[in-house]
């Protein structure tokens, strides 16, 4: 991909003849043509865009409010109630809208925050190796000392018990290990090639080879990690809502409302059917879609899968 | 030789890992809240008895002197006592260890399950690139690693009510028991003659299994596939096509060896997804277990069981790691230890 810039830079500047290189394409446009083509990547893309619409207009819309209680209890799906009432009489649309729109949102900051962290150690660890790198690998260790969801589930409770963003950023803090694994493998590989040689001779400092140099050219697995971190984060944000230690009333999440409502997936099947499809058709889309990235971000990758 | 002093320097590496993080957590822990405020609520309780308790359990000294005082003490043997509710300051080293065996005996065979089945899996798609058993198999491990793992659980455990039900109509209840499938824990499992013990466990451990087993499957299955993928592009399968060996001594003698080297790792770097599935599972099933400790301890902010509890997985996880390198320097011997 360096080569294609320089090429298309000396293109740019008239040093090469136009007609001697291919339509000049830029690396962002091949990968988004490669990823149009993805069909699942499509569809997935189609289908969170439009989950994503819906937490976020149709509330306005939306005839019942998620805070109010005076519905008849435990009301079986109809034109009123599409997915029914829960217990305390509260319409079961509502709760997931309002469910969706948390856990997407924690989902996302989660992610951001974790890629901010691990691409960071990871860079740095990887550029300046050495003591750095070792201090690094050591922080990594304690973090991965205890799995994310017990050492958020003891932190959450510390800090603002069961506040959405508490959770989203205690999750955050434990899920950067492996990016800033993968980045470091990564920096470590593209710190021996000539162009940062180059710029290092030019007198750039650590922080402009890292951002100017290293991240753009780490840009296609930070993007597709990241994808990939909101699908974890999606479901760990669940399982922890659901065995009762993260997002706690009055904020809400999917996880939480399939804790409140899963003992009724006998009798009442949809109050617990509900939330969970849509719960699985976000992680499941952005695992798609984190596919296709990883597939369109590959310039190895010819052959087009479904 | 070697390797046995590059695991003692691994492990002698990990103690201050281990201290500090404990030490973190101690702090958190204490940080949290009063763990007698549940005790101090209570009408009629009598202050004297509650500075007695706090005496006792060394709540009235400074955090950082605590923290030593559980070291000191927790080096010795004593992990402490639980202050939750209804535990009448029951000593948390037995506590931790039974929640610890139980665990252990659902999670080992679950995993072990779905290591093998997952790598069959993963070979078959491999060796069948593009057939239908590797879309099928592709899919399906798609859809369970997307799946939350408490959901699995619910509709599993959902579901066996229906089969219970189908047994009955068959008439197997004198063989499978009533109800062959069991949704909660599997207390005192007593059975007799094979067929018995076969009927109890089968239906004790089947819904758990499973659920575990899901997304195990889902991350060993594609993982094989890909190891399995690469070997088979490889120079040296290659050259042992043209020497005209059979199309199976091909792939299980040359490339499926070599293939299960980056799985046999995952399977112990694993470990703490392995533990996440578990602390659910064991949730919805009622499994008194490491999961269930972990989630009652948090909510009584419980602090010697949280730490016996906290010292006991991160050992579990450090000792995981190092299994993971050592397996990898054994079985490649081009990576060298040490």
């Known amino acids: 991909m360096v080569a294609g810039e320089a090429a298309s830079a000396a293109q740019r500047e008239g040093t090469l003849p136009p007609e001697a290189l291919p339509e000049p394409v830029s690396q962002g446009r091949l ?7 993805h069909k699942l990547a499509m569809i997935s893309t189609a289908v969170l865009v439009l989950i994503v619409l819906l937490a976020l207009i149709m509330p306005m819309f939306w005839p019942h409010s998620f805070e109010d209680a005076s519905n008849p209890s435990f009301a079986a799906p109809s034109a009123d109630f599409p997915l029914g009432t829960t217990q305390v009489g509260k319409d079961m649309v509502s709760q997931v809208l309002r469910g969706t729109q948390f856990s997407l949102l924690i989902a996302v900051i ?13 860079s740095l660890a990887g550029y300046l190796r050495g003591f750095t790198d070792s201090s690094l690998s050591r922080l990594t260790d304690l973090f991965l000392i205890v799995p994310q969801i017990a050492a958020a589930a003891i932190m959450a409770k ?12 205690v999750l955050a803090l434990f899920a950067w290990m492996p990016i800033a694994r993968i980045t470091r493998a990564e920096a470590m590989a593209l710190s021996q090639r000539e ?8 007198g750039a400092g650590t922080g402009r080879i890292i951002f100017r140099h290293l991240v753009p050219n780490m840009v296609g697995s930070i993007t597709v990690n990241a994808t990939l971190a909101v699908a974890q984060a999606v479901l760990v944000e669940a399982a922890l809502s659901f065995i009762g230690l993260g997002v706690q009333p009055p904020d809400t999440s999917l996880g939480r409302i399939i804790l409140e409502n899963y003992a009724q997936v006998q009798n009442r099947p949809w109050l617990f059917f509900g939330p969970f499809v849509v719960l699985v058709l976000i992680s499941l889309s952005i695992n798609f879609i984190g596919d296709g990235l990883r597939d369109a971000f590959d310039p190895r990758q010819r052959r087009m899968k479904a | 030789m070697n390797l046995v002093i590059y695991a003692l320097r691994r492990l002698a590496i990990s103690i201050p890992v281990l201290l500090v993080g404990t030490f973190v957590v ?6 949290a809240g009063d763990p007698l405020a549940e005790l101090k609520g209570r009408p009629n309780i009598n202050p004297a008895a509650i500075a007695e308790t706090e005496r006792q359990l060394d709540l009235d000294k400074p955090i950082i002197v605590r923290y030593f005082l559980w070291l000191w003490k927790f080096l010795h043997g004593d992990w402490g006592v639980s202050v939750a509710q209804g535990n009448a300051m029951a000593p948390v080293f037995p506590k931790v260890m039974d929640a610890f065996e139980v665990t252990v005996r659902l999670v080992v065979g679950a995993e072990i399950l779905a290591l ?20 099928v198999a592709t899919t399906l491990a798609f859809f369970l690693f997307s799946m939350p793992i408490f959901c699995v659980a619910i509709v599993l455990k959902t579901y066996a009510i229906e089969i219970n039900g189908w047994v009955r109509d068959l008439g197997l209840t004198d063989w499978l028991g009533n109800p062959w499938l069991r949704t909660t824990s599997p207390e005192n499992l007593s059975f007799d003659g094979v067929g018995d013990f076969f009927a109890k466990y089968s239906g004790a451990f089947l819904l758990p299994t499973l659920s575990i087993m899901a997304i195990s499957f889902a991350a060993y299955s594609r993982f094989q596939r890909a190891s399995m993928l690469e070997t088979l592009n490889m120079d040296y399968v290659r050259t042992a096509r043209a020497k005209g060996l059979s199309s199976s001594r091909v792939v299980f003698r040359h490339a499926f060896r070599n293939a299960l080297i980056p799985v046999a790792t995952l399977f112990s770097v694993n470990f703490g997804q392995v533990l996440t599935g578990a602390i659910i599972t064991e949730t919805v099933f009622n499994w008194h277990g490491m999961g269930t400790l972990l989630v009652d301890s948090v909510n009584h902010l419980d602090p010697s069981t949280l730490m016996g509890w906290l010292v006991v997985v991160a050992v579990m996880v450090v000792v995981a790691n190092l299994v993971a390198d050592l397996l990898y320097g054994i079985m490649d011997p081009r990576i060298r230890v040490g």
């Open chain 2, 26 to 31: 101690f702090m958190m822990v204490a940080a």
């Open chain 1, 110 to 122: 989660v992610s951001v925050v974790a890629t901010l962290i691990g691409v960071i150690f990871g």
């Open chain 1, 195 to 202: 162009f940062v040689e180059a710029a290092k001779a030019a």
């Open chain 1, 158 to 169: 510390v800090f603002g018990h069961g506040s959405w963003i508490v959770v989203a950023i």
């Open chain 2, 116 to 135: 093998v089945i997952g790598v069959a899996v993963g070979v078959l798609a491999a060796v069948k690139q593009y057939s239908i058993w590797d879309y």
């Open chain 1, 31 to 37: 990968v988004l043509r490669k990823f149009v083509r």
